[in-house]
């Protein structure tokens, strides 16, 4: 935490195991949150698109929420995604996400209808945060066009950052356009625009961002924090390096099969291959090469 | 209907009414649904696009199916929406459509993923007939790629209807590309197509065509039924330009401020207006300016 109530470093959209009936696992999730803190992360970004939130239904979420207060997980790591299609459910799942301590909450524009004008996705946002009416809420908005189809604009950004300061205090950047994350940081100073992809965060570093929220971090926690503590001078470069490289491995397959699947290797729990539809596991042949291609790299990595 | 459990003829995707405070206006919804069967319409599709389905949370739409129930409306003449992002979501919803008695649901595909493939859409589709397990179960599948960006493909309708014959029997066809839906009843006869704008149904009809599920039916519904009660001929030609004439107009707007808009004039009441973000009301000027092109379309309507 750079502030009280702000997030920076590395964040995990922490990957949600399911049982072989397709149930959330809800003790391997906790434990799983708790293992991926020990491993460097320093929140975690619970109900992200790699969560397969949406693929959740409130209910779940709210029990997994209570899950992780019971179990003792800071609440003040926890940034979990609240926003959905429906004004109510985002509503109830932010006031749960406050319930539970939550440091901030990452807020997905309603995303059924397309071609919504700014003027509705800002009375979505204000709405919620009426609604909500809690002094301690801290919202970033989650921009991931390629997914979502609908995001926020840039002028929305500023407009919603304006009228709500101290609420609406940063974004997470998944549009894979790293200079929407760089006009936000270069116009406002403050505002903690994190990247959704590590292979901006170095650049992002370098102009004040607060760091990033990646699906990585479920698979390589440890060197990403390494990257956060040393970005700088030639050992910046070099972690940066192998971080990318991973990445860039990670990036020729589906993301959130390839990272169950690298989960599932390291545990040796073929379940967490388990996902909802319309997701499916990695195909077995797509998995040993994948496993084949970050061995290679971490024998390289070994040597180097 | 044409055969127990199939719908054929016009449905309304059903507007649902707003309180000022954004809450579902049930004793509306349920007054307009009767209304809009006493204008004629054979069905009613409530949960649809255009009754902003998904910005309702699946508690008010279990509500909604209670109040249905409670007031009388015949079970067999609801075909409801149940498809969402979220498979236990999908579930509820549809075993809450079979305990309401409903004739069929309307299934969207989950539509948060992008890029899903086909095999990923046969197993959501699946998973939910498997665990709804309801022999009175009639899927319609909800093919709209323009909002929902994830669609059925021809093959994957093929599939589906050859795998749960009986069960998956039909579809709504609102792509806006007429060809999907001639695709459809020229290959398959006897699989209830039904096209999502009722310029294309005339078309349709003649090709065996079960009807329409159109928007337009919150507002247009006589003219609609008339249009499905004497299509051929002279006289068929005749309500088909007026209805089309009525369609051109209306999709000069935004469809669902539009249609809630036209409603709120007829009813002299403002409150129809309400919409939830992020969508919202039609701006005045064009709302008058709607009426004005929709005055003269009558008044040609009573000359002719």
Known sequence: MT???????????????FKDDLSVDTDRFVAFCKQLLDEGCHGLAVFGTTSEANSLSVDEKLDLLRALKAAGVPGEKLMPGTGTCALPDTVRLTRAAMEAGAGGVLLLPPFYFKKVDDEGLYRAATETIRRVEDPQLRIYLYHIPPIAQVGWSLPLVERLAADFPGTVVGLKDSSGDYSYTEGVLRRYPGFAAFVGNERFMKDALELGGPGTITASANVNAAALRKLYDNWQGAEGERINDAVCAFRRTLEQYPTIPAVKAIIARRTGDPTWQNLRPPLRPL??????????????????????
Chains 1, 2 share one sequence.
């Open 3 to 17: 502030a009280a109530g702000t997030f920076a470093g590395v964040l995990a959209p922490v990957a949600t195991p």
């Open 283 to 304: 195909p077995e042949e797509q998995a040993a090469k994948l496993y084949q291609q970050l061995d290679a790299l971490a024998a390289l990595a070994g040597v180097g």
